[in-house]
């Protein structure tokens, strides 16, 4: 034994060892973490670790910021927490990586595996409940199998289409002591191999490119998930496309170019919505096809060839038939497409697509003396020169966020897609800006959607973290009253925000200040500029309370499950 000891060491550590010493191996620098009794171990190990642990205010906030640092930086981000409701609460986050295909890698304490399925102490069946909504889930019973687990955890969150994986490792496992090794390999049978693209489907998506007369390009969240966004402007550019981005796909194509059309859907343009429904060939790259893109799936793009080029093949005729289907890696087939461009003039049809633009650009009425929301994001893109990342909460805010600002890059615009989840915006951004420290992040939020994790403003001030933080208050949950204003008669339920006592209406600068945060409110048009500049030339986080007006629509508006021929304009 000494023998062997002095030829090739054997390193004993506890399992928490092992997880943050593998950790360290696979290059994480960062982890959002919250301790308690079956994640003690975890945290001993980590304070003897060079993995910077950033203390959320609350578990979901550690989720959300996790898939703020993933989508920021196309990283796997990292949360941990400890049984029960610690785990528990990371189920939002989590499901919103899930469904926006955000890499999160999740590590949770378990009570001791002699407890499982005898309702211990902050007992719950996590592996059970997160099943639906990961790729992948670990309940480690070795200590000697958990650096091969988060080895192998690692590498499926971030190959294929991304997503989160969870691991949970009971609380003895944690103390138990076993050798530490560390092998990189990504292990055999698990989207290891990214499939080929081959020359027949590249010579098919040519032949529907020529014989098309009025094709338009539908891009994804997929295009900035597989690094393509050069290759589709190259693409769009040889072949003279328009393009129509979902709102996960906002930033993969810049909304600058006289080709792009920003994005379609619900909220989403004039011109795209027009255009991809009458487009009589649809280049669908990494997209899913959601329902609030499509509307009545029956009817999208119902004269046009779709062709569908996804790394998932679950996505292919999910959601909408499609007339040929690709399962391929998007930037593989981009690339072989740009290789010998094959342009064919379509000048009738790019008119038109003008005429779209033309004729209904996102646009709002100002009222003298009163702030509107569409009037601050406007505003904030001419002051940062539409440098920020921006990251905003989920309702009314968000939509308006993607029509006034104008996006030129990929994860530029970090959002809550699929789970729509309010109390998104806030921690995403702290994970978004300790990510990318010299960026300018602004969350852009509502007062409703801010108030689900206000807390994380304790993390904010004890960190140290320079985020920008617009709330647009309209003093009510604006985006549902808009629904109840449009088909319920205007009826409210429970949607107005306000108390009897005005005067006791949360102050946000107040509690802003409370965590010794700078502040300011803005009530009138003529302050904001000044307001923006106080706060963008503030070295560290700023809180700015715009008080906008009470009651006001996003347009246009597709009405749900309804088809682009009954948009709302106005």
């Known amino acids: 034994m000494k023998k062997l000891l002095s030829k090739d060491p054997v390193q004993l550590l506890s399992g928490a060892q092992i997880a943050v010493k593998t950790l360290e191996r696979l290059g994480v620098e960062l982890c959002f973490a919250y301790p308690g009794g079956s994640a003690v171990e975890f945290h001993q190990a980590l304070a003897d670790s060079a ?37 528990t609460n990371l189920l939002t986050g989590i499901a919103d990586a899930w469904m ?10 378990q009570v001791e595996a002699g407890l499982i399925g005898k309702n211990a102490f902050q007992e719950t ?33 971030g190959s294929g289409r991304p997503g989160p994986v969870w691991i949970d490792i009971p609380k003895n496992v944690q103390k138990a002591v076993a050798e530490f090794h560390f092998d990189p390999g990504m292990p055999p049978g698990r989207e290891n191999a990214r499939q080929a693209v081959r020359p027949e489907e590249i010579a098919a998506v040519k032949r529907a490119i020529a ?58 343009s004039y011109c795209a919505n027009y255009a991809v429904n009458e487009c009589d060939l649809l280049l669908v790259f990494g997209a899913r096809f959601a329902d609030r893109s499509t509307g009545d799936a029956k009817t999208f793009a119902a004269g046009a060839r779709i062709v569908h080029i996804d790394v998932d093949a679950s996505e292919i005729n999910k959601n909408v038939p499609v007339d040929l289907g690709i399962v391929a890696d998007l930037k593989a087939v ?3 497409l740009n290789r010998t461009p094959e342009p ?16 209904h650009p996102f ?20 002051r940062t020169g539409g440098r920020a990342i921006i990251v905003p909460g989920v309702g009314q805010h968000q939509m308006w966020a993607a029509q006034y600002f104008q996006y030129t890059r990929p994860r530029q615009l970090l959002t809550s897609g699929g789970l729509g989840s309010m109390g998104f915006g806030l921690p995403a951004a702290v994970g978004a800006k300790l990510a990318l420290p010299e960026e300018l992040v602004i969350n852009i939020d509502g007062d409703g959607s801010f108030q689900m994790n206000i807390q994380e403003l304790g993390t904010i001030a004890a960190e140290e973290i320079g985020v920008k933080m617009i709330i647009l208050n309209n003093r009510h949950l604006g985006m549902v009253a808009q629904i109840e204003d449009l088909f319920y008669q205007g009826k409210r339920g429970n949607t107005d925000l306000r108390t009897k006592a005005e005067a006791s209406f949360p102050k946000f600068a107040g509690i802003a200040n409370a965590y010794g945060i700078p502040a300011r409110d803005v009530y009138h048009p003529a302050e904001l500029e000044a307001a923006l500049d106080e706060m963008l030339a503030s070295p560290g986080p700023f809180l700015l309370d715009c008080h906008t ?3 006001d629509h996003v347009l246009p508006m597709i009405p749900g499950g309804k088809s682009y021929r009954e948009m709302i304009t106005g």
Not at 101 to 108: N, R
């Open 51 to 87: 993995i910077r642990v950033v203390l959320p205010r609350h578990e979901q906030g550690g989720a959300f910021a996790a898939g703020g640092y993933a989508r920021a930086t196309g990283k796997i981000g990292v949360c941990m927490a400890t049984s029960g409701p610690g785990a």
């Open 549 to 551: 007006v009470y009651q």
């Open 344 to 359: 064919v003039p379509h000048p009738e049809w790019l008119e038109m697509v003008r005429r779209w633009k033309k004729m």
């Open 100 to 109: 926006d295909s955000v890499p999160v890698v999740i590590i949770t304490g």
């Open 334 to 336: 981009l690339t072989a």
């Open 211 to 268: 014989r098309a007369r009025r094709p338009c390009i539908y891009a994804g969240g997929g295009v900035i998930a597989a690094g393509a966004a050069e290759e589709l402007r190259r693409f769009a550019e040889g072949y003279g496309i328009p393009v129509a981005t979902s709102l996960m796909g906002i930033g993969a194509f810049p909304e600058t170019h006289p080709l792009s059309l920003k994005f379609f859907g619900m909220h989403g």
């Open 363 to 382: 646009a709002y009425r100002p009222e003298p003396g009163r702030l509107k929301a569409q009037q601050v994001i406007d505003a904030l893109y001419r």
């Open 125 to 157: 069946d996590i592996i059970g409940m997160s099943r639906p909504i990961v790729k992948h889930s670990y309940l480690v019973l070795d200590p000697a199998e958990i650096g091969a687990t988060i080895v192998a955890a690692f590498a499926l969150a």
